[in-house]
Every structure is written in structure tokens, then in C-alpha cells.
């Protein structure tokens, strides 16, 4: 089975854009997460999706944003970029999304805001 | 407040040399308990993982860890480490039914050859 995919790999945008990261989750795979990791604080959650609905979400502001479609393939945004939200963006897929579980993660997209 | 907590946050040793890196978690409930490793260039990496059962698990790679419920603690442990073991190592928690895993900060571990 191919892995988590992650689109773009690395990305470039300067502060007062918004961006839209993609995840492809592992065939089957019906709950996606998505976390932030940096030098400062680590990997943080910032959501999750399973069956189209963000079931739980982290302590991140309102301009991060995401959904998930049909086939389980999940976007998230970020509007109105910030230096501080440079960062390796991590998605991460599990089989039922409930009881004991295990998230697999994909290779990450790095954002770098100038 | 969830929380998780590694110690060492890095660890240089000599190859064939044992290792143990600490994890603790403050969590209620029943919680799941993983190690993920993060080698040089490539993505995170899932070593082990606890749900239930024999509190000794063994993943990956010669690798094992053990569940304390008494101390709150999931230590990684490996008898003889390799050069190829260098990686940032991750604990992480979850409560059962919840995806949202929290991780400790992460130790970096340099295996000198």
C-alpha cells in the first residue's frame, strides 16, 4: 500500500497570503490529522477529520482551517499568513479513526512565510 | 492539562552501547501510548505502541518499550544501538477514541560509529 502523500513538499509564500496544503491518506484509511511542527513547539494537533467532519481540533486560531472530501483526501488552509507559521506541516491517516489506532504520517510539507 | 514529557532531550552514545529514553505522561483516563522516530531527511516513523495487554512491547528494529502505569512513564529502550539509530525519537499519548495524540519535545539521539 502506498503511504501518506502530502502536497505541495515545500512551499514559499510571503505574510498576508493564504495557502491550501493537500493529504492523501493510506487506501482505506477514513480519519486524517493534520499537525504543525517546529523548532519551538514541537508537533502540535491542529484537527482532525473523519467521514467529512472535524471530530476534534487543536488550539490553533481561526484562520487554519481544513475539510475533508468523500474519498477521504483532506485539505487544510491557512489565511492570512504569519512568519510564525513557518513550519513542517504534518498529515497523518488511521484505519477507523475510533478506539485503540494508530496514525501513520505522511513526509510533510514545509511552508516557509517571508 | 494532557502533557507529555522526555527528559532527554539529547543523547550522544558510542555504537553496541544500550539505551534508555524516558518518557512520562500526565493524561486521564485510558491512554495509548506510541514511539516514533524521525531519521535525517525522512518522515515520522512509528517504532512501537502500547493499547493493552503485556506492558512490555517490543516494535522495530530491536526496539522495546514498558508500560508503568504506577509511574506514568513509557521508557524506550534498545541493548546495543547502531549507527543507523540516529533520529529524533518521539513519545506520544492518546486517550482511547481520540485521534489527537500529544508529543513530548523529542530527544535527539547521535550513535558515533
Known amino acids: 500500500k502506498a503511504g501518506v502523500t502530502q502536497t505541495p513538499r515545500y512551499l514559499i509564500k510571503t505574510r498576508g497570503q493564504q495557502v491550501t496544503l493537500s493529504c492523501s491518506p493510506i487506501?482505506?484509511?477514513?480519519?486524517v490529522s493534520w499537525y504543525q511542527q517546529t523548532p519551538g513547539q514541537g508537533l502540535q494537533f491542529l484537527f482532525e477529520?473523519?467521514?467529512?467532519?472535524?471530530?476534534n481540533k487543536g488550539n490553533f486560531p481561526g484562520r487554519f482551517s481544513g475539510r475533508q472530501f468523500s474519498n477521504s483526501r483532506s485539505e487544510m488552509n491557512v489565511s492570512t499568513l504569519e512568519l510564525g507559521d513557518s513550519a513542517l506541516y504534518l498529515c497523518?491517516?488511521?484505519?477507523?479513526?475510533?478506539?485503540?489506532?494508530?496514525?501513520?504520517f505522511g513526509p510533510g510539507t514545509r511552508l516557509t512565510v517571508l | 492539562a494532557q502533557s507529555v514529557s522526555q527528559h532527554n532531550h539529547h543523547v550522544i552514545l558510542s555504537e553496541a552501547a544500550s539505551l534508555e529514553l524516558g518518557c512520562n505522561y500526565s493524561?486521564?483516563?485510558?491512554?495509548?501510548l506510541f514511539w516514533y522516530v524521525q531519521y535525517p531527511g525522512q518522515h515520522l516513523q512509528l517504532l512501537l505502541k502500547?493499547?493493552?495487554?503485556?506492558?512490555l512491547v517490543k516494535g522495530i528494529k530491536g526496539f522495546e518499550a514498558e508500560f508503568i502505569k504506577s509511574k506514568f512513564s513509557f521508557n524506550l529502550r534498545k541493548p546495543s544501538v547502531q549507527w543507523s539509530d540516529t533520529a529524533e525519537y518521539f513519545c506520544?499519548?492518546?486517550?482511547?477514541?481520540?485521534?489527537?495524540?500529544?508529543f513530548g519535545t523529542g530527544t535527539r539521539l547521535l550513535v558515533s560509529p
Open positions: 487506501s482505506g484509511h477514513r480519519s
Open positions: 493524561y486521564g483516563g485510558t491512554v495509548n
Open positions: 477529520y473523519f467521514s467529512e467532519t472535524q471530530r
Open positions: 497523518a491517516s488511521s484505519f477507523l479513526g475510533q478506539g485503540p489506532d494508530t496514525q501513520y
Open positions: 502500547y493499547f493493552s495487554g503485556d506492558p
Open positions: 506520544a499519548v492518546s486517550n482511547t477514541g481520540f485521534q489527537k495524540l500529544v
